[in-house]
C-alpha cells in the first residue's frame, strides 16, 4: 500500500517547455487535488477531482490543466511553463483527511 | 473576504514545555477543522480532526481545542520534545479543504 505516489521528484524546465506531472493513490479515495507550496503563501489548490470523470478549478488555476485518468490517476499538466511556476507541487487525495504525496520540486528557468 | 490565519513567525519552545500554535479563521462555517505536520521536504501528515460540536479532542501529546465563537482553534504538544521540530498547518473543511500557510515550530534541547 503505498499511498499517494508522485513523478518525477524534480524538474528542471526553461521557460515555454511543458510537462506533466504524475499523481496516483492505491486507497480507493474518490477525490484527489493538486496544490502548489511557495514560501510564504501555504498551500493553494490549483484543481481537484471530486470523482472519475469530474475536475474542477481551486484558488490558482491560470496556466495548468488536469486529467483524472482514471480512479487511481490525477495528472497535472503545464502546457508552456513559466518561472512564477517554480514551485513545489503535492497531490492529495480524499476529501476528509487528506493524505499527501511527497511532492514534486518545480524550476523553470 | 475569507481568511484562515496562523502565526507567521516561528514559535521556539523550550524541550518539555507545551507548545501551544493558534490557528483563527474568518468568514467561514467550518463543519471541522484539521491540523497536519510537514517536515522539511515532504508533505503534510495528518494529525488530528476537531468537529463543529467537539470542544476538544486528545491524541497521546497532541490536544485541540475548538471554540466556534471565537473562530478560532489551538493546537497544544505537552512534553515537548526536540523531534516535535516541524511546520504545523491547520485546515479547515468549506465546500474543499482550506489550508492556513503554517507556523514553524522549533523545540530547543
Given at each position: 500500500n503505498a499511498g499517494v505516489t508522485q513523478t518525477p521528484k524534480f524538474q528542471v524546465l526553461k521557460t515555454g517547455q511543458s510537462m506533466t506531472l504524475q499523481c496516483a493513490q492505491?486507497?480507493?479515495?474518490?477525490s484527489m487535488y493538486w496544490y502548489r507550496q511557495d514560501p510564504g503563501m501555504g498551500l493553494r489548490l490549483i484543481y481537484y477531482s471530486a470523482s472519475e470523470g469530474t475536475t474542477d478549478k481551486g484558488e490558482v488555476p491560470n496556466g495548468y490543466n488536469v486529467s483524472?485518468?482514471?480512479?487511481?490517476e490525477f495528472s497535472l499538466r503545464l502546457e508552456s511553463a513559466a518561472p512564477s511556476q517554480t514551485s513545489v507541487y503535492f497531490c492529495a487525495s480524499n476529501i476528509g483527511l487528506q493524505y499527501f504525496g511527497p511532492g514534486t520540486r518545480l524550476l523553470v528557468l | 473576504s475569507q481568511k484562515i490565519e496562523q502565526n507567521s513567525e516561528a514559535l521556539n519552545i523550550q524541550e518539555g514545555k507545551t507548545a501551544t500554535l493558534t490557528c483563527n479563521y474568518t468568514n467561514y462555517s467550518p463543519a471541522y477543522l484539521q491540523w497536519y505536520r510537514q517536515d522539511p521536504g515532504r508533505g503534510p501528515v495528518f494529525l488530528l480532526l476537531i468537529r463543529e460540536n467537539e470542544k476538544e479532542k486528545r491524541k497521546e501529546r497532541l490536544k485541540v481545542t475548538f471554540d466556534t465563537t471565537l473562530k478560532q482553534s489551538l493546537f497544544h504538544i505537552t512534553?515537548?520534545?526536540?523531534?516535535?521540530?516541524a511546520t504545523y498547518l491547520c485546515a479547515l473543511r468549506d465546500d474543499k479543504i482550506i489550508f492556513g500557510k503554517g507556523t514553524r515550530l522549533h523545540i530547543l534541547p
Open positions: 492505491d486507497m480507493n479515495h474518490n483524472r485518468l482514471n480512479k487511481r | 512534553a515537548s520534545q526536540p523531534a516535535d521540530s
